[in-house]
């Protein structure tokens, strides 16, 4: 349990985070390159300039707020939030431009199958 814990510039790589709680938790400038963090409860976590590259956040909770902005994330973690981006259902023909752009690079994710992008005969 790191909820609400200071973590703010420090040197994560490479730690198995993996159902971890940290929750409100300030991770900003934080280096996280290769950490398992699968299942980490990252509600209110403060992710800003965090260095995710190469992180599993498979399973995680992220949260959708400015404590994310400036992450910088490799091609893996951004084909996978393209494709849950992609697998939403919203009405509006400005987000169906918006899905039928980037919707070959989400398919690219190794989550497309399970959030029904491809075919799972397709992988």
Known sequence: DLSDADLSDADLSDADLSDA????????????????????????????????????????????????????????????????VCAIVCDSPEYAAARAAILQYAQGSHRAADLELIDRGEV
């Not at 399973?59 to 494709?83: E, G, H, P």
């Open 21 to 84: 709680d940290l929750s409100g938790a300030n991770l900003s400038d934080a280096d996280l390159r290769d950490a398992d963090l699968s299942r980490a409860d990252l509600r209110d976590a403060d992710l800003s300039r965090a260095d995710l590259r190469g992180a599993n956040l498979d399973y995680s909770c992220w949260s959708l707020s400015c404590c994310t902005k400036f992450v910088t994330v490799d091609d893996r973690i951004a084909r996978q939030l393209a494709a849950h």
